[in-house]
């Protein structure tokens, strides 16, 4: 993403950039780790880059969205690995002012009371369940 960000972000000059990352570099550690992963450390590192980009380029706003969930139980692997990516993405929403949607927040709020009704076709990637659910949470959190 990090090599394509100025032809398919910055080149636009956008008045706002709407940013969902995480998941993936979380979930390719489950499924294939004998890929070359994505750890915390540089997750947080190549964000920060792209990050610090967009104010450097652009006057545009950032909203942040935190990586939503892998699998579908609270304490499953997938989402104990995935809360250090959480939090970098909360870190980084405060050192850029950017508006942070709390998507992890609101899934794991769905899944404590009502996780009979999946939101995901496989742990990862959403059904029309799970996209309302960041729909109404960014909306929500968008709506001043």
């Not at 998941?23 to 489950?30: A, E, K």
């Not at 009979?116 to 076709?121: F, H, R, S, Y």
Request: charged share 25%; with cysteine.
């Amino acid at each position: 993403m990090a090599d394509r960000w100025e032809k398919d972000v910055l080149d636009y000059n956008p008045d706002w950039v709407c940013i969902s990352i995480g998941i993936n570099d979380v979930w390719r550690q489950l499924d294939s780790p004998d890929m070359e992963q994505i750890y915390p450390d540089r997750f947080e590192r190549v964000y920060d880059y792209i990050l610090g980009q967009v104010k450097e380029k652009t006057k545009a706003s950032i909203i942040l969205m935190e990586p939503t969930i892998i699998e579908e139980t609270i304490q499953s692997e997938g989402n104990r690995r995935l809360e250090p990516y959480v939090e970098a993405t909360q870190r980084l929403a405060k050192l850029y002012d950017a508006i942070l949607i709390p998507t992890n927040k609101a899934f794991h709020a769905y899944l404590e009371v009502e996780s009979n009704v999946p939101l995901t076709t496989d742990g990862v990637h959403m059904n029309s369940k799970g996209d309302m659910l960041m729909a109404s949470t960014w909306i929500k959190t968008i709506s001043f």
